[in-house]
């Protein structure tokens, strides 16, 4: 049989897709056992126990200056900081991207604006956000708006604008204005490609969120991992990235079934 | 008789390019005009001109002899062979979507009993054109004449004045082809439409037609052939639809190979 007519069935493709994991993860532990064979106070490759005593200490011990539990502050406060950019960043996609895509006087005038701001590298920015916004909040949100928005606008604008041109004469033939047809026709159409677009943009927004948090801040996950940089301390770092991807594999989960749930007509109901 | 419908030396130029020159037409309100001709000669310019997709760039078009705005209106329906109802809708949305339109202009929802009268008519509509029994599915769940029939109910429920077919059965297999055909007489006798169709099969044309219009080029430069546009070459009443409907069917025939 070809392999490209093998389908993989439920249970083989769940331990298929485990495999090279678990390979993966054998082969740190024999990697770390070896240097811990030479050496017992290695810190480059920690052992599992050690990275669990490390993190039992942020996950359930107020930290002594702060009284803060570290691992929490620093989750609770990145996740705000991503939350806030990424919302306000969809926000802008749906209401600039509908109508610039809509409405060609709109799409004429903002076009070239949209897409000068989307070529500018946002790390380039950040010097400037940090000296107009100062180094608190506003400027790490900031960084991930100017660093995602353009990007999810021209997505949403190029989506509404390549809606067939029969659908928009349809709706015109049954009496609709442009604001209906902006309500009715392209914002419901938007909404899966809107999802879709902050599904792509997770990755973006964490690389933003980390740098901004590495160069200037006193919490959050890529503060602390830049911070116990440091000392060496990687049995901090490998858990906090894998906690970090985790939470970013959970919201691309979450929002992949919240498109399936909310606009069954998107994913090819039918044929 | 006061034709409903009257285009009045009617030019389309795209740059330099003639696609239709001096179109004078009145259409008769009931009439049900099939507009044939070759391929690119200009038939569905001359349907989106009357549907006010496009202005022309001369001539004016007069509806109820009222001069039409370069735009499209409720007045005028329209199917088009694909893509014409809406993905995110259910067949009974799509339906109520044009009373929707008119009833509630900043919402485009109606509540209470105006929703349920809305819902009533559309799900009149939508019975008559057979989609009686789908009216909450999905527009990807139905087949591609059910797909047409939902889009002519959803044009039919808006009462337009004239109601312009874009090849609307040439993506169908013969057999749905024949039921759609039986289904557009039938609402054109029992709702007394005004229908404009765009076709590209004879035989559909001149079976279902009250008119044929021919639009070709009537004359042909072979340096600059564009520089020449197509018009109503001919224009074949057919008020008695039994008889010559074979005869007129075979002069065309022979009239569009000699004129090619």
């Known amino acids: ?271 | 008789m006061s034709a409903l419908l009257t285009l009045r030396d009617v030019w389309v130029e795209y740059g330099d390019k003639v696609v239709l020159e001096k179109v004078n037409l009145g259409v008769e309100a009931g009439a049900f005009v099939s507009i044939i001709g070759p391929s690119g000669a200009g038939k569905s310019t001359l349907l989106r001109v009357i549907l006010g997709q496009e202005a022309p760039t001369q001539g004016s078009i007069l509806l109820d002899g009222q001069p039409l705005a370069p735009e499209c209106g409720p007045d005028r329906g329209v199917v088009f062979q694909r893509y014409s109802v809406f993905p995110h809708l259910t067949a009974l949305e799509n339906t109520v979507f044009g009373l929707e339109c008119a009833k509630a202009p900043f919402l485009t929802r109606l509540y209470g009993s105006a929703r349920r009268a809305a819902m009533g008519e559309a799900t009149a509509m939508l019975q008559a054109v057979g989609l009686g029994d789908s009216l909450h599915v999905y527009p990807a769940q139905l087949s591609g004449g059910m797909q047409q029939r939902l889009a002519i109910a959803q044009a039919l429920v808006k009462r337009p004045r004239i109601l312009l077919l874009d090849e609307p059965f040439g993506a169908l297999d013969p057999g749905i082809r024949a039921d759609m055909h039986a289904l557009i007489v039938k609402l054109w006798r029992d709702y007394a439409l005004t229908i404009i169709m765009v076709t590209h099969d004879l035989r559909e044309a001149f079976t279902l037609g009250t008119r044929v219009l021919a639009i070709d080029k009537r004359r042909h430069d072979p340096h600059a052939p564009h520089r020449y546009g197509a018009t109503a070459v001919y224009d074949l009443p057919l008020r008695d639809r039994v008889a010559p409907v074979a005869q007129a069917e075979a002069e065309i025939a022979s009239e569009t190979t000699c004129s090619s």
């Open chain 1, 1 to 271: 049989m070809r392999w490209v007519n093998r389908q993989i069935d439920r249970k083989d493709r769940l331990l298929l897709g485990a495999a090279p994991i678990l390979l993966l993860v054998l082969v740190y532990l024999v990697l770390a056992a070896q240097r811990h064979a030479a050496n017992p106070f290695d810190k480059i490759l920690p052992l599992p126990d050690g990275m669990a005593k490390a993190m039992a200490a942020l996950l359930f011990e107020p930290d002594q200056l702060s009284g803060n539990f570290v691992f929490w502050a620093d989750t609770l406060a990145s996740l705000e900081r991503l939350g806030l950019g990424l919302g306000i960043a969809t926000l802008m996609a749906l209401l600039v991207g509908l109508v610039v895509g809509l409405l060609p006087p709109v799409r004429a005038t903002f076009g070239p604006l949209i897409t000068g701001i989307a070529v500018i590298p946002p790390i380039a920015l950040l010097p400037i956000l940090f000296i107009a916004l100062g180094l608190g909040e506003t400027s790490k949100v900031a960084l991930i708006v100017i660093g995602i928005a353009p990007v999810m606008i021209r997505d949403i604008a190029a989506h509404v604008a390549a809606l067939p041109r029969e659908q928009i004469i349809k709706a015109q033939t049954l009496g609709a204005s442009s604001w209906q047809i902006l309500i009715r026709v392209a914002l419901p159409q938007a909404m899966p490609r809107l999802l879709h677009a902050i599904r792509l943009s997770l990755g973006p927004a964490w690389v933003f969120l980390i740098s901004a948090e590495a160069i200037a801040a006193d919490v959050g996950l890529g503060y602390r991992i830049f911070l116990v940089r440091r000392y060496l301390s990687m049995d901090v770092i490998i858990p906090y990235v894998a906690w970090i991807a985790l939470l970013a594999i959970a919201m691309d989960v979450a929002l992949s079934t919240l498109s399936r749930k909310a606009f069954p007509w998107a994913h090819g109901a039918g044929h």
